[in-house]
């Protein structure tokens, strides 16, 4: 509350201090504890840390209850901010499908990595065959694996078209994909553009937006599952349908390719 009312200078340095001393903790967490924890434990830790780390930054969760889907599931969801990865987290503790450049990023990347994240080099078909074993793994598993199939972010008021490659394992295994919508507002209830990781953005203009901000209110929904009949594509447009209606927005454009386009 003190904050929210303070200097966007002083929020700012006092939050990217308390961000930086969270992280800092985060990497000795993993590398000296979550080794020897079990699994249950282990996720306990991911989700308590990455709640900490919303309240740092003056991010208020509002998070609906996950649906119950007997054994793994594929989560799909609207992109919009880095951010979107801990609200998910708070719901339902999944493996996230990321592009492989996160892995690169100082610290950040280490503990993605740490929490279970599937790195994927996107344009290349072979490491999309890579990662859909992986993910066919977890769901095996009766783990819940999470992917962003817009395959990048947006401003958080419209949605790109949901591409169908990574949905593969769900046809393969028919395995339930639960769809889900991410939304961020003002402390007043307006839309907010803070969050949005867009348009080359960099990471330090991402966090200077989103710590200079008074508050943000999180919003995340679940949609009912979807079972996985018939082709990829088919899902891709009922998960993107789904997302939207949640969302209260209209689907993106998902008119079939023309021939000769490139593969999905």
Not at 5 to 18: D, E, G, Q, S, T
Not at 73 to 81: D, K, Q, T
Not at 165 to 187: E, F, G, I, K, M
Request: with cysteine; proline share 8%; hydrophobic share 50%.
């Amino acid at each position: 509350m003190i904050l929210t009312r303070a200097p966007v200078l002083i929020r700012r340095i006092v939050r990217l201090a308390l961000l930086t001393l969270h992280t800092a903790t985060g990497v000795v967490l993993a590398a000296l504890a979550l080794p020897w924890l079990g699994a249950r434990q282990r996720d306990t830790l991911i989700v308590a840390w990455s709640r900490m780390l919303l309240g740092l930054l003056g991010v208020r969760a509002i998070v609906a209850p996950a649906p119950t889907v007997p054994g793994g599931a594929l989560l799909v969801c609207n992109h919009v901010s880095w951010l979107d990865i801990f609200v998910i987290l708070l719901g339902r503790r999944v493996h996230f499908v990321s592009k492989s450049e996160v892995r690169a990023w100082p610290m950040a990347g280490w503990l993605a990595h740490q929490a279970g994240t599937l790195f994927l080099e996107r344009g290349r078909r072979a490491d999309t065959l890579r990662i859909n074993a992986d993910m066919a793994a977890l769901l095996q598993d009766g783990a819940w694996v999470a992917v962003f199939p817009e395959g990048t972010t947006s401003d958080g008021r419209t949605l790109r078209r949901f591409l169908p490659s990574l949905l593969q394992p769900a046809v393969d295994l028919d395995c339930p994909v639960v769809p889900a919508a991410l939304r961020y507002r003002t402390l007043d209830g307006a839309y907010s553009a803070a969050p949005a990781y867009v348009d080359r953005m960099s990471l330090w203009r991402s966090l200077l937006a989103i710590t200079g901000a008074p508050g943000l209110v999180a919003e995340l929904r679940f949609g009912e599952p979807i079972p996985p009949n018939g082709h990829r594509r088919d899902l891709a447009a009922a998960a993107e349908a789904a997302t939207a209606s949640l969302l209260g927005i209209a689907p993106a454009d998902t008119a079939p390719r023309t021939p000769g386009g490139p593969p999905v």
